[in-house]
């Protein structure tokens, strides 16, 4: 017999998913709470059981395919940290791509808003995003690849505004530019140099 912790965790992946297939089928925009529920088959009431606005359930969604994204980069051996880094970043924009441009839309405001529902500073996606390129450096140090002085904080967050900065000109081109190429040409420019003062063996 299923335990109430059990019951209430397949209650959350019922909303997670049914919000995942509306966010995919109409995009951010045209998503409810009504329509989330509805397609989950619960009661309106039950979703503010788990979440308080339906950016927490996108938030959520991102979450857990970014955190697989850092932890394939992560588990990978005899490939460089500039590599890992780069394939990090590139694999980054394709999720960006693959939520499409109302979802990042969302996660710009969320980061430029500090009203924006269900969003804090330590709660956030730039937080999170933050944190998850923080522990593939950190890694690196730990390694052996990166100096033990590297400034894992520093370098997070200039990889992430970098990031950032390619899904607002994403945004803002109504999806012209191209999140892929210029996560390549940011890593072929830039990346090695900034890397380099820390690397170990170069």
Known sequence: MATRKENAQKTREKLLKAAELLLSEK???ALSVDEITRQAGVAKGTFYVYFS?????VTEICRGYFSSIADQVSGMRDVSMATRLRLYMREFMAAVEKYGIHI????IRSTVDPEHPGENVDNSKWAFDVEMLRGIIRDGITRGELRKDTPADLLAYLLISQLYGMMLSWCMSDGVFEPLEWSDLFSDAELEAILKPYLTVS
Request: net charge negative.
């Open 53 to 57: 606005h339906k950016e927490d359930v």
């Open 27 to 29: 995009g951010f925009g």
């Open 104 to 107: 990042c839309r969302e996660w």
